[in-house]
């Protein structure tokens, strides 16, 4: 976590854009559910990043003048768009993706880095939990972190912006499908949970209840409606597996 923020300080003094994301963002954006986290078995292994394609070859830099070791092969293929780093000597890696986190749908960045620091909003930390159409476990405890501490408001500070959420959703319905989908599948978790006490299950019930309902309340196009009606006939997301071939 300490690493994480000191990079994103560097990058800042250095003119970057550079902002935290995955489970080590969650940790650092909720600090009053520490204990939670950890009673939850959740570990930092490695450090997630974004930034904007325009800092794509400047980043590269930076992470080797922070004593980063980019991977070759990986990095010539996939460059423009993501690029990974190890750090040896701590047996960890560095994975910085650009404009875009693209995997089971895609969570958009550009023009709302700049609305948190160190990392990603919360609101966008919760989409890229839920779009991941085969959910795991600890993306869903990982989101069960992130409801504790932070309400649900039409705003993006230190909240989860359920009418951002619901707009993003309401133009496709696969990436609808998928997110309400892990919302309800993070909500029996929540009522069964043997770490959580029972008003930690009341909290995580009622924000997901209210932003399930906010997100059904928001008018659907016709495109949305058009592809409601394929359902679960034709495949819905991408493959991650896919996304890196």
């Known amino acids: 976590m300490e690493e994480a ?27 009053k559910f520490h204990s939670l986290f950890d009673t939850l078995g959740r570990r930092l292994s490695d450090i997630d990043f974004v930034s904007y394609s325009i800092f794509n070859e400047k980043i590269e830099l930076f992470m080797k003048q922070m004593g980063y070791v980019g991977r070759g092969k990986f990095n010539s293929f ?3 768009t993501r690029l990974i780093f190890d750090d040896p000597s701590n047996q960890r890696y560095v994975d910085i993706f650009f404009d875009e986190l693209r995997m089971s749908h895609t969570v958009r960045f550009v ?10 909003t919360i609101t966008d930390l919760l989409l890229e939990k839920m779009q991941i159409a085969k959910i795991n476990e600890k ?17 993006e500070k ?24 892990n919302l309800q599948k993070t909500r029996d ?4 949970h043997p770490v959580l006490d029972e008003d930690q299950k009341k909290t995580a ?5 209210n932003l399930i309902q906010r997100i059904d309340s928001e008018p659907k196009g016709t495109r949305w409606k058009m592809r409601a009606r394929i359902g679960t006939k034709r495949k819905w997301y991408e493959e991650v597996e896919e996304v890196r071939r």
Request: proline fraction near 2%; aromatic fraction near 8%.
């Open 158 to 181: 230190d909240c989860i912006n359920h009418e951002y959420i619901a707009k993003q959703l309401a133009g496709d319905w696969g990436y609808w499908f998928t997110v309400t989908t």
């Open 111 to 120: 023009g709302r880095l700049e609305l948190d620091n160190p990392t990603i």
């Open 5 to 31: 923020k000191a990079m994103v300080s560097e990058a800042t003094k250095s003119g970057l854009m550079l902002r935290v994301l995955g489970a080590t963002a969650i940790y650092i954006h909720c600090p």
């Open 78 to 80: 996939y460059g423009k």
């Open 189 to 192: 978790a929540a009522l069964s």
């Open 139 to 155: 993306d869903v405890k990982d989101t069960l972190v992130m409801l504790q501490e932070h309400e649900l408001r039409n705003e």
């Open 205 to 209: 019930v009622a924000k997901l209840d």
